[in-house]
């Protein structure tokens, strides 16, 4: 069991605006930044947004990130078809002295 | 351009070894931190274990601590993961990161190695 929890799902329509959330406690993402990566199947992650709110060069603007307290929040606006994909946070967590990833959320493009 | 690619991976039997190699290319090596992450079949991503630059600090997941070693050197370009006494729990496909400048991100990853531990 993943100790930064997202939702298992999320969905969308072509266009649409939508927000995945991603929740911590104070020793992870309290204290440290979130980052969110894509990933589809076959391929290897990829790197979406680094520091709560950096998007690497490359991705576009239409993904955002966001972090309040203990929990973060990656946005995707003008949703495509090829941005279903599983999308997972992460944090360093000083308690375990290492990166936890959450879950991951299923991305559905309806 | 940053090239990572992974070797070693194969079927193995339980309490088995197997060692994992990631081979680095484009970008000078000895200046960043290296990262294991894996993925078992229909399951997420899980962190395995990071190794600074240069082999000063090393972590591991709970799930690997004390079976696994992640060590690297800096003069082949090459990152490794030794794995010892395996369970069926460590089938996954493992992926070799480089680390963000100090930041606990991956920037880059490699294509995966798929580790099957069974009978």
């Known amino acids: 069991q993943s100790v930064l929890t997202q939702p298992p799902s999320a969905s969308g329509t072509p266009g649409q605006r939508v927000t995945i959330s991603c929740s911590g406690s104070?020793?992870?993402?309290?204290?440290?930044?979130v980052n969110w990566y894509q990933k589809l199947p076959g391929t290897a992650p990829k790197l979406l947004i680094y520091?709560?709110?950096q998007r690497p060069s490359g991705v576009p603007d239409r993904f955002s990130g966001s972090k309040s307290g203990t929990s973060g929040s990656l946005a995707i606006s003008g949703l495509h078809s090829q941005d279903e994909a599983d999308y997972y946070c992460t944090a360093w967590d000083d308690s375990l002295n290492g990166v936890l990833f959450g879950g991951g959320t299923k991305l559905t493009v309806l | 351009e940053v090239q990572l690619l992974e070797s070693g991976g194969g079927l193995v039997q339980p309490g088995g070894s197997l060692r994992l190699s990631c081979a680095a290319s484009?970008?000078?090596?000895?200046?960043?931190?290296m990262s294991w992450v894996r993925q078992a079949p229909g399951k997420g991503l899980e962190w395995v274990s990071s190794?600074?630059?240069?082999?000063?600090?090393?972590y591991y997941a709970d799930s690997v601590k004390g079976r696994f070693t992640i060590s690297r050197d800096n003069s082949k370009n090459t990152l490794y993961l030794q794995m010892h006494s395996l369970r069926a729990e460590d089938t996954a496909i493992y992926y070799c990161?480089?680390?963000?400048?100090?930041?606990?991100?991956?920037?880059?990853w490699g294509q995966g190695t798929l580790v099957t531990v069974s009978s």
């Open positions: 990161a480089k680390r963000l400048r100090n930041l606990w991100s991956f920037d880059y």
């Open positions: 484009g970008f000078t090596f000895s200046s960043y931190a």
């Open positions: 190794i600074s630059n240069n082999a000063g600090n090393i």
């Open positions: 104070n020793s992870n993402i309290g204290s440290n930044t």
């Open positions: 520091s709560n709110n």
